[in-house]
């Protein structure tokens, strides 16, 4: 599985819970072990939203898809 495929996959678990609070994520683009996503919605203005990326987003990416090594908002 391609790697961008597999981060995908990964995002499709997590992507419910946001969409419950009204927010999403989508995939921009994954570079060097870098994951580089948008979020949209509630969450794109949240006072959580980083939290959201690092505890959430970051974590579960890394344990699905090895080599990864970071998660950024752009």
Known sequence: MFLK???EKA???IRPMLQ???GDVELV???QGVVKVRLTGACKGCPMSQMT???GIE???KQEVPGLT???AV
């Open 11 to 13: 995002l499709g678990k």
């Open 59 to 61: 974590r579960l990416l």
């Open 70 to 72: 970071a998660v950024e």
């Open 29 to 31: 683009a994954v570079e």
């Open 5 to 7: 495929e597999a981060v």
């Open 20 to 22: 419950r609070d009204g």
């Open 53 to 55: 990326l690092k505890n």
